[in-house]
């Protein structure tokens, strides 16, 4: 995963994508909301929820505390 700002990569992440059961959903989005988990919640400290939707998950078990700090709602968020 690749973060960006003015064309310029800021940031470099591995990211875990989809089998063809729980498929990754390509497509364009955005950042709707940055909650802060407490560290009993699945997914702690932060979960960013995204306008993407998946047919087959409703949780996501992960999260990044340096994107939570720099992403606000309505960031695009590009899957491919």
Sequence with gaps: MLVYRAGRVLRRYRAIVGKP???TACGYYF???NVRLGA???GA???LALSARSRALQEFDGAVTWLAAHLEPG????IR
């Design 21 to 23: 059961s729980t498929a």
């Design 31 to 33: 950042v709707e909301e």
């Design 40 to 42: 009993e919640f699945v």
């Design 45 to 47: 400290p932060f979960a």
């Design 75 to 78: 960031v695009p968020v590009t």
